[in-house]
């Protein structure tokens, strides 16, 4: 009996199918579809992060800054920019939420004077208070 020569390139190796932690297998010939897979928390599509526009007027302000409890409270990780004469503005990536925010300006905490709502804070001020859906 002949036996076929050997190629000199070894195969790889067969890989097994393997079904999935969560019991979807994959799709065979004639088969129906494989089961959805369930996602981990982190890894589903739940609500959407939202694009935020802080813009505020203050005509004299040389610096302004946007603190909150999106950002704990640290001026420093909001700073606006002046868009025209005193305009200012930043947009934030924000996921769905409630918020609290003042801002600073100049080194001196200030309210939002558009806020449509406020509530009071520790310090005998108020915060304005944001929604994000």
């Known amino acids: 009996m002949k036996t076929k020569p050997r190629s000199s390139v070894p195969k790889a190796p ?17 088969s129906a579809p494989a089961r ?5 928390p982190e890894h589903a599509s739940g609500p959407k992060e939202k694009t935020v526009l802080f813009r505020v007027f203050f ?4 610096q302004v800054h946007l603190a909150g409890s999106f950002n704990e409270w640290n001026p420093e990780r909001s700073p606006m920019k002046s868009v025209g004469p005193g305009d200012w503005e930043v947009a934030l990536v924000l996921p769905p939420g409630r918020y609290e925010y003042r ?18 804070n520790p310090f005998g001020g108020i915060n304005a208070v944001l929604d994000v859906r």
């Open 103 to 120: 801002f600073v300006v100049d080194a001196e905490w200030m309210d939002d004077p558009l806020a449509g709502r406020f509530v009071a």
């Open 59 to 62: 005509p004299t302000a040389r």
């Open 36 to 40: 959805p897979r369930l996602l981990l």
């Open 14 to 30: 067969r890989m097994a199918s393997r079904r999935s932690a969560l019991g979807s297998s994959p799709r065979r010939n004639g």
